[in-house]
């Protein structure tokens, strides 16, 4: 069997699992090449296990002041030359198409007839999992984005439908310091984090962002340009994480048994239906508008929650796509959620 596997590039989620899958794929000797949209070639990173990949610019969400600004995605998309990336994208030497998010691939498949599987946190939410700012626009996107024949979506509780999940891959917890707080906020101003943070001098701060701040930072704010190890390293010895509310990040933060303090990317659908499904399983606090030093205050007093342990998804995946019968997920589901030690508080929640 020879693979396609499709990935979106706008953020790190969908890289993250993508990572997980590549490694699964390697393990059982699965040809596969990755394909990547959504950023440009020189703003991947840490991409040695997807081999000799290939990018092209698809379509991505632009933003501005920490939400999504639908003006500006309209205008920086190149949409003719997506169209024309998908016609040219030549799917014949492919017997499956694996696609997370990522439409020019799921596109030429679907004009070419390759069969295709999409394997992403977006397809949750075509269930009655907790969603928040749903519409016919969100739910547009969720089917024409990418569409695929098969979806398989993730999420952090099954909410009794066949989800798949998290794919989660964390270092080992050595050492636990609970006045180290992560942080990892790329959509929010670095200015903005500075003057956030500044006052709680009794914690130190790891800030990972893109920018850097205009002032100079006091010595409890330590600043980070992105660097996956050095982030695995400190998500699995702090004391706490502070990010947008994007479904990998808070995946791992969950898996470690780190408290989640969030403020989602007001606009985007995803991010505010992740807001509602954190807080009903009362697995995070929430800061909604802005960055709420209040909020702040109180979450830094809160305990550590319980650690789940979530099961080696990828290689389940893997294992059931090469049987071969595609139609039914819902035993592969199931399996991976008998191996899933939910808190208590869990147990019995529901949308």
């Known amino acids: 069997m020879r693979i396609l596997y499709g990935v979106q590039g706008t953020g790190n989620g969908h890289l993250s699992r993508a990572r997980v899958m590549a490694k699964a794929l390697q393990r059982q000797g699965v040809d596969v090449d990755f394909f990547f949209s959504g950023r440009s070639p020189e703003q991947f990173f840490d991409m040695q296990c997807f081999g000799q990949y290939r990018v092209q610019s698809g379509l991505t969400f632009a933003t501005e002041?920490?939400?999504?600004?639908?003006?500006?995605?309209?205008?920086?998309?190149?949409w003719l030359g997506f169209i024309k990336d998908v016609k040219r994208l030549d799917l014949s030497g492919y017997d499956l198409?694996?696609?997370?998010?990522?439409p020019v691939s799921a596109w030429a498949a679907k004009n070419q007839g390759l069969p295709s599987i999409g394997i992403s946190h977006q397809a949750a939410l075509k269930y009655a999992v907790p969603k928040v700012g749903d519409n016919w626009l969100s739910d547009f996107m969720l089917s024409y984005f990418a569409p695929v024949d098969i979806t398989l979506g993730?999420?952090?509780?099954?909410?009794?439908?066949p989800i798949l999940p998290p794919f989660v891959e964390v270092d080992k917890v050595e050492q636990q310091i609970p006045h180290q707080i992560l942080v990892y906020l790329p959509f929010e101003s670095a200015d903005e984090i500075v003057e956030f943070l500044a006052p709680f001098a009794n914690y130190t701060f790891l800030v990972y962002h893109a920018c850097k701040p205009s002032a100079v930072l006091p010595e409890h704010i330590r600043w980070h340009g992105f660097d996956r190890v050095g982030f695995k390293r400190e998500m699995?010895?702090?004391?706490?994480?502070?990010?947008?509310?994007?479904?990998?990040?808070?995946?791992?933060?969950?898996?470690?048994?780190?408290?989640l303090l969030i403020k989602p990317?007001?606009?985007?659908f995803e991010q505010l239906s992740n807001v509602a499904a954190l807080e009903l399983l009362g697995a995070a606090e929430c800061m909604r508008m802005s960055l709420d030093p209040q909020a702040l205050r109180r979450w830094l007093?809160?305990?550590?929650?319980?650690?789940?342990?979530?099961?080696?998804?990828?290689?389940?995946?893997?294992?059931w796509l090469l049987q071969g019968d595609w139609s039914?997920?819902?035993?592969?589901?199931?399996?991976l959620w008998q191996e899933v030690r939910l808190p208590a508080s869990w147990q019995k929640k529901s949308p």
């Open 65 to 78: 002041n920490g939400r999504v600004s639908v003006a500006k995605t309209a205008k920086d998309n190149a």
């Open 236 to 259: 699995a010895s702090c004391g706490g994480v502070i990010g947008n509310a994007g479904f990998e990040l808070s995946s791992e933060a969950l898996t470690l048994g780190k408290k």
């Open 328 to 335: 039914r997920p819902e035993g592969l589901c199931q399996s």
């Open 97 to 102: 198409l694996l696609n997370d998010f990522e």
């Open 154 to 161: 993730c999420h952090w509780h099954h909410f009794g439908f």
């Open 301 to 319: 007093k809160a305990p550590m929650p319980e650690a789940i342990h979530y099961p080696e998804v990828g290689d389940a995946l893997v294992s």
């Open 265 to 268: 990317l007001l606009g985007q």
